[in-house]
């Protein structure tokens, strides 16, 4: 009588136990390591990061020949800003160390022919991921920070101008990283819960229209308060919904149950 794989790789509950505690810690030590080296650089990525506020600001007219100044307004502000962004950056990149961990864990009780379809998506999440921020970095900044300074007036006797404050700018450019990041995930999250069979193709078919206004408020809670941002987020994410819908429906051809 053939053996069943996964009944050959159970394991006791405490065993279980003690190798989720030992993934968690090598995740935890990682994020940590990973934290400390970003520390180093976060100059570097900040002074990045602030080009689409100073590219804007010279199209709208402010001397291309000076510096453009934003304001810090608070003590140590710049320390807390640091630190997020190591933080953040700590996490974007050893998220697919984190992510093979947790898919080493329940490996075991996985078949074969599931964790060969499985181990894809691991190298897959990170260029999506990259996707959504070089989307935010080169279309959706620029587009809001023109949007802003187009909001500047001139009275009789006053002026009124956008100047930025650098740790609401940072915030606002890491928010939109991590949101775009995590959202483009969307077709391998749908692919990994039709093979996991928590989902079927029919219904993601029949669901088109909810999941489109699903997307819009979604894109609508997540990014500022203007349509430019809004767009540009929930355009994409329906591109992105498609990809996930061909990817349920290619796994329901090579398993029929799925499809039902």
Known sequence: EPI??????????????????TRMMHS????????CGMWFVTDTVLSFLLTPLGDAAHRAGRPLNELFVAQTT?????????????????????FPYVAYQVYAFVAPGLYKNERAAIMPFLFVMPPLFAAGAALVYFYVMPAFMDLSFSQELTGTNVKAVYVPKVKEYY????????????????????????????????????????????IFVVAAVVTPPEPVSMLMMSAPMVLLYGLGLLLTRLHAHRDPQAAS
């Open 74 to 94: 608070a003590p140590l502000e710049m320390l807390f800003v640091k630190l997020k962004l190591a933080f953040v950056m700590a996490l974007a990149i050893g």
């Open 28 to 35: 935890l030590i990682a994020i940590g390591l990973l934290f």
């Open 171 to 214: 915030e606002l450019i890491i928010s939109l990283l991590m949101c775009f990041g995590f959202a483009f995930q969307l077709p391998v999250v749908m692919a990994l819960l039709s093979m996991a069979g928590v989902i079927q193709a029919s219904f993601l078919r029949k669901g088109r229209k909810y999941a489109l206004l699903v």
């Open 4 to 21: 069943d794989e996964v009944e050959a790789s159970r394991a006791p509950l405490m065993d279980h136990l003690i190798e989720l505690r």
